[in-house]
């Protein structure tokens, strides 16, 4: 998180108290991104370098079958490798040719260095230049670090567009142009598209692109609005580039996505009345699918658990749009500069907790038995054991859940342990 702006240094200033906690934490690593992020570009390839338990990861996270050609791989350390008996660059080489010639669409490979690979201090940064010059730029390659020393699951994709941040073209329009930071699902990148269009805002470009050679321009010109909140140095990468990053809150639910649309309504000069004409029935169809949700939700406490840094922006649409009371909010980093469009809109008095001491915060879940916690896959089972409703965070990032015609469907994923609690109480009496 470099140059973040942490609850660490501001924490005095908040209108809420952020408590620190830095011991043992329980979430994926960076190499989880990988998922969603092959999906999105449609040209690039993935090549780990890492261990069989990488590999192990990658592919129970993706259900990829056994026939399955996904554009992803794990080029596997052997013991020799870590010992440093062997040249694991001559076999990065061999593997990316192999890739290459099986492959001869894929215009971008990514080199994801692993826990293993940065144990042994492998310079993917080199092995990246060197791959380019031998492919003579017909293939570009680009180096991230997905290892969970360093990175938390959703952190992956932060690392992966700050890297490619330094490749994209400059922008030297006169013209302002929107750039949308962060991986969304094609659906709805494409309802975004079309209201941007109606509002007459444009050029409007997503990064990433599906397509390597679409990647979009940045210079001075360009405003920026983040996706997803957990982007902070891929967005500090594109203001270094002269992007002017617009606060606002992020697309969850109906609030949100209209005034996420609102920054850049604001920044274009868009009239209220053309802003209210276009987005008014999308938005009043995204206020009546949340309130059929919010019977259920209402008055139900909920605590998230630090794990994918989505959890403030969504803790804001359940309390403020579906009237569900707020535990205790763990996230892994606080980072105030890129959230900035959200802090206003908590209520006062609100715990938020940066990092994770893992028995301290399951011990403050026990006693606050909360109706639905949030948090990862591997917490999960054991809190249900004990009677403790859970909501893995994973599926939020995994499921389209931005804007007005998704704010439905994101409410029925906290319903659905809800509802599914109260049928087997049924069932039990029954």
């Avoid at 993917?124 to 031998?134: F, K, P, S, T």
Wanted: aromatic residues 8%.
């Amino acid at each position: 998180m470099t140059g973040a702006v942490l609850a660490s240094d501001t924490a005095r200033q908040a209108r809420f108290p952020v408590q620190q906690e830095r011991g043992q934490r329980a979430v994926f690593c960076g190499l989880t991104s990988i998922i969603w992020l092959h999906r999105k570009i449609q040209d690039a390839f993935f090549l780990v370098v890492g261990s069989r338990t990488c590999a192990h990861l990658i592919q129970s996270a993706a259900g990829v079958m056994i026939f399955a050609e996904p554009r992803f791989a794990t080029a596997v350390l052997q013991d020799k490798d870590l010992a440093g008996l062997a040249d694991a660059n001559e076999e990065l080489d061999r593997v990316a040719a192999q890739v290459i010639a099986r492959r001869p669409e894929i215009r971008t490979i990514f080199l994801v260095s692993s826990c293993p690979s940065e144990v042994i201090k492998l310079d993917l940064g080199n092995a990246a230049q060197r791959l380019g010059e031998i492919y003579g730029g017909r293939v570009k390659f680009v180096d991230y670090s997905g290892s969970g020393i360093e990175t938390t699951f959703t952190q992956g994709e932060d690392r992966c567009l700050e890297s490619l941040t330094a490749q994209l073209p400059a922008d030297t329009s006169d013209k302002l142009s929107l750039m949308v930071c962060g991986t969304l699902p094609d659906v709805v990148e494409d309802q975004f598209a079309r209201i941007f269009e109606q509002l007459g805002i444009g050029p409007v470009r997503f990064f990433p692109a599906r397509n390597s050679d679409d990647m979009p321009p940045v210079g001075s010109n360009t405003r920026l609005l983040l996706a997803q909140p957990y982007l902070g140095d891929t967005a500090r990468a594109l203001i270094n580039r002269g992007a002017q990053l617009l606060a606002a809150p992020y697309p969850y639910g109906a609030e949100g996505t209209s005034a996420w649309l609102q920054a850049a309504a604001t920044e274009w000069g868009i009239p209220a009345s053309t802003f209210e004409s276009v987005t008014a029935a999308p938005r009043a169809r995204a206020e009546h699918a949340v309130a059929v949700q919010t019977r259920t939700l209402a008055g139900k406490r909920i605590s998230f658990l630090p794990d994918s840094q989505l959890e403030i922006p969504l803790a804001r649409f359940l309390q403020r749009e579906c009237q569900m009371e707020l535990g205790e909010i763990g996230t892994p980093f606080f980072d105030q500069q890129i959230l900035a469009g959200e802090l206003p809109l908590l209520p006062e008095g609100l715990r938020i907790t940066e990092g994770q001491e893992l028995d301290d915060q399951l011990d403050r879940v026990r006693q606050l038995q909360p109706d639905l916690t949030v948090c990862g896959m591997g917490i999960a089972n054991p809190l249900e054991a004990e009677g403790l409703r859970t909501k893995w965070s994973i599926e939020l990032v995994f499921t389209p859940v931005q804007g007005y015609d998704q704010a439905g469907d994101l409410a029925g994923l906290f319903t659905r342990p809800l509802l599914r609690k109260a049928q087997l109480g049924a069932q039990i009496w029954n």
